[in-house]
Nanobody
């Protein structure tokens, strides 16, 4: 059974940085894609970033040039380095995994809160 556990959320000031991690267990190969979605209070879930098994990543426009997604296949872990944070980045961030490699996430973690103060 695939399980995802996020860590690294917390409180940051605008302009600051945070680094999220998501460790996957119960996965048998490295051909999966992993990424992040977020949900702000009163809003729906929003795609943030995704990384394929090859290491290629892509982002929603609002985080380009600020966020960097990476992965460690040996540890089945994906990271999201968030820089130049803005108050509008405040949300619960969920890690997702798609066994096919794309961003149609079949599995999600429980989420980690990120709060950015102005």
């Amino acid at each position: 059974q695939v399980q995802l556990v996020e860590s690294g959320g917390g409180l940051a000031q605008a302009g600051g940085s945070l680094r999220l991690s998501c460790a996957a267990s119960g996965i048998s190969d490295s051909n999966y894609g992993m990424g992040w979605v977020r949900q702000a209070p009163g809003k729906g879930r929003e795609f943030v970033a995704h990384i394929r098994s090859s290491g290629g990543g892509y982002y929603t426009d609002s985080v380009k040039e600020r966020f960097i997604i990476s992965r460690d296949n040996d540890k089945n872990t994906v990271f999201l380095e968030m820089n130049k944070l803005k108050p509008e980045d405040t949300a619960v961030y969920y890690c997702g995994l798609d066994p096919s490699g794309e961003a149609m996430y079949k599995y999600y973690g429980r989420g980690t809160q990120v709060t950015v103060s102005s």
